[in-house]
């Protein structure tokens, strides 16, 4: 059965999300103007359209002939997987299909960082690195050196996602205090995926 979710369709409890929003926004040299970090955050929900703008502008597909990026990766390695954590689950964004495909359906989001404000913003990215996709082999041991790539990776993305929400009128920080055992336990991450950082978005408070 399909069901009509806000503006965009639940097939099960995987979210497709409403196309992004390619055009518009701040001027780059103001965004970057406003690009700040923000720790307060209000609960309100960001919508759908939102979500989607923003996943599509942090790691989205912006050359649909060879599935590159609005980001870049070592190689074209394309590791970081990118999982949203809400209150109605927690999902891992498939930049192919615009859809949110549900992990599973708790809210983990106090479990995504140590501050406070963690658990009441409404979203949590977790930067995540799939070290099969950099040539590792299922089982091989995973160094602090075999992670340096990924981390600058991942802080692209970051970084991407802070001058959307300064064009949105939105707040964001990205973090390295995480639990991540306890954490990637919660998210059910494999031996070969290694949680990198995470990033809160949301409304400011003040």
């Not at 299922?138 to 001058?163: H, R, T, V, W």
Request: charged letters at 20%; proline letters at 5%; aromatic letters at 8%.
């Amino acid at each position: 059965m399909m069901l009509i979710y806000m503006p965009s369709v639940l097939f099960g409890q995987d979210i497709v999300l409403p196309l992004p929003e390619k055009t518009g926004g701040k001027p780059l040299m103001q965004a970057l103007n406003e690009r700040r970090t923000t720790r307060n955050f209000a609960k309100d929900e960001l919508s759908l359209q939102q979500i989607s703008n923003m996943l599509w502008a942090g790691w989205g597909i912006n050359r649909p002939e060879d599935g590159k990026r609005t980001a870049p990766s070592a190689v074209n390695w394309q590791e970081i997987d990118v999982y949203v954590s809400m209150a109605t689950g927690l999902y891992l964004y498939d930049a192919e299909t615009n859809v949110l495909k549900q992990v599973h359906n708790r809210d983990i989001r106090k479990a995504c960082g140590t501050q406070g404000f963690v658990a009441d913003a409404p979203v949590n990215l977790v930067y995540v690195a799939d070290m099969i996709k950099v040539g590792k082999n299922e089982g091989e041991q995973i160094n602090d050196s075999d992670l340096f790539m990924s981390y600058a990776d991942c802080a692209f993305i970051g970084q991407n996602i802070y001058l959307f929400c300064a064009s949105e009128g939105l707040g964001c920080v990205i973090r390295g205090s995480i639990p991540k055992e306890r954490l990637a336990t919660e998210m059910g991450l494999r031996p070969m995926q290694r949680i990198l950082l995470a990033q809160t978005v949301g409304f400011p408070s003040n």
